[in-house]
């Protein structure tokens, strides 16, 4: 069964540099999807940046991105010049590729990061 | 109107009430999902409607009653509630077909849940 594990419970960064969440995942398949959610205090979690495992190459959405090594099977995230407005849990998730019967489409949940912006 | 609309978004009951959470999405997706998040928990997934016919039920105790009257709409009955059901529960939808099916989950602002 697949795992998500992400070992920072808290991180803290100062306004305007940059943090690295980590986050690590068991497979033994080969092709899957990555996620990073956000969840700020009002609590609406939204989707941050997704990696299909095929691709190579790293994703990446505006100040967010994420270094993903297969091999290693991990998956952070990258967030550059941080902002109050980054403040929130983030969770990495894992999905395997759809089924045939559109069968598998639960996430794998990691516990969380709690990311706190010193401003 | 917001993508997944939860309802309500607090929740007081004792032990022996029966209350509903109600979850609305107008993204046109196909499938629906409740959560419960507790504290420096994973996620939990509780149960899946797909096409409103339910797809997964993760082992969730009886006193959770999930109804799905149509792909838009979504409740989850509880009734005989322990305290240690507390926490957040969370409704998402995703489309789980065609070319968009990424598995990317849409989420309301989940009801806080209390039980006394």
């Known amino acids: 069964a697949q795992t998500v594990t992400q070992s920072q419970p808290e991180m803290s960064v100062q306004e305007a540099e940059t943090v690295t969440l980590s986050c690590t995942y068991d497979t033994s398949e080969s092709d899957y999807y990555l996620f990073w959610y956000k969840q700020p205090p009002s609590r609406q979690m939204i989707l941050v940046i997704r990696q299909e495992a095929y691709k190579q190459q790293n994703a990446t959405e505006n100040r967010f991105s994420v270094n993903f090594q297969k091999a290693a099977k991990s998956f952070s995230l990258k967030i550059s010049d941080s902002q109050l407005g980054d403040a929130a849990m983030y969770f990495c998730?894992?999905?395997?590729?759809?089924?045939?019967?559109?069968?598998?489409?639960?996430?794998?949940w990691g516990a969380g990061t709690k990311l706190i912006i010193k401003p | 109107e917001t993508g997944v609309t939860q309802t309500p978004r607090h929740l007081v009951m004792g032990m022996t009430n029966k209350k509903s959470l109600k979850c609305e999405q107008h993204l046109g997706h196909n499938a629906m999902y409740w959560y419960k998040q507790s504290a420096k928990k994973p996620l939990e997934l509780m149960f899946v409607?797909?096409?409103?016919?339910?797809?997964e039920n993760n082992s969730v105790p009886s006193r959770f009653s999930p109804e799905c009257p149509n792909s838009s709409h979504l409740f989850l009955h509880l009734h005989t509630l322990q305290p240690e059901d507390s926490a957040l529960y969370l409704c998402a939808s995703s489309q789980t077909r065609g070319g968009s099916n990424t598995g990317e989950l849409f989420f309301g602002e989940g009801s806080r849940l209390t039980v006394l």
């Open positions: 409607y797909n096409f409103k016919e339910q797809t």
């Open positions: 998730a894992y999905r395997s590729l759809p089924g045939e019967m559109d069968s598998n489409y639960q996430l794998i």
